[in-house]
């Protein structure tokens, strides 16, 4: 029985989506509020955890259990939604009602992701760069050790998963993303996605826009990474 309500700040939501969680109709929830400032977060919005929510749990509530029947999955994503109080029972709330859940997450917070682990049907796991290197991206110390930590309990786990990184060639470089991959391939990764950062908008105005990611058109890289990780592809 629901007794609790969620304490969770929504930023916004996505009624129907069909790239959000792979084969799946779902709706996605946005949480507000993330603790890191990549250079090319797009969802600048997200950001601010002290920013006034959109939406209210209870809204957010009404809307799924009108869609009973009619989407197969609600996936949290953000901003970071390990990093919200409440997500463990929202998490459980969508997942009593018949849902299965997806959450995109960075891996931030890897206590609340053990905690609702046993909730989900798939991850969309977030990986930045090499463990070491992640401040170059994040603009934060040390912000590599919770998202090692989170991807081994996503893989210890058995819930399915993708895991991915965003490319832009001012922030990793081939080698890092041999790097990368090598150290994914000795965690187990097998699902991997490579990602064109091909956004306009993004939080560092002096990174470039490219039409075409020549990190990722490098044929031979991805040989070599597709060696490490076969399942590997490019989006
Ligand atoms: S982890 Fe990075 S890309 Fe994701 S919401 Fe936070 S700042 Fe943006």
């Not at 006034?52 to 009404?62: F, G, I, M, Q, R």
């Not at 459980?92 to 997806?102: D, S, W």
């Not at 001012?170 to 150290?183: F, G, I, M, R, V």
């Not at 890289?221 to 490019?234: H, W, Y």
Request: some cysteine; proline content about 4%; aromatic content about 8%.
């Amino acid at each position: 029985m629901h007794t609790t309500r969620p304490t969770l700040s929504i930023g916004g939501l996505t009624p129907f989506t069909t790239i959000d969680f792979p084969k799946h109709l779902a709706a996605v929830i946005f949480c507000q509020g993330c603790a890191w400032r990549c250079r090319y977060c797009y969802n600048t919005h997200l950001l601010d955890s002290r920013a006034k929510p959109t939406l209210s749990w209870d809204k957010v509530d009404a809307f799924l259990q009108r869609r009973l029947g009619l989407l197969d999955a609600v996936v949290f994503s953000g901003g970071e939604p390990t990093l919200q109080k409440g997500l463990l029972e929202a998490v459980q709330r969508v997942h009593n009602l018949g849902f299965k859940v997806g959450l995109h997450t960075a891996g931030m917070n890897s206590n609340m992701l053990a905690n609702v682990l046993p909730y989900l049907d798939w991850v969309g796991f977030d990986i930045k760069a090499p463990f070491a290197r992640y401040a170059t991206i994040t603009g934060v110390s040390s912000s590599g050790k919770q998202p090692e930590k989170s991807a081994r309990l996503v893989l210890e786990s058995g819930v399915a998963y993708e895991f991915r990184t965003t490319v832009h060639p001012q922030l990793l470089n081939e080698s890092d993303l041999l790097k990368l991959a090598t150290s994914l391939a000795d965690l187990g990764v097998q699902q991997y996605v490579l990602q064109d950062c091909h956004t306009v908008q993004r939080l560092d105005s002096s990174l470039q826009t490219f039409s075409r990611n020549d990190v990722l058109g490098n044929e031979n890289l991805i040989q070599a990474i597709r060696a490490l990780i076969p399942q590997t592809i490019l989006r």
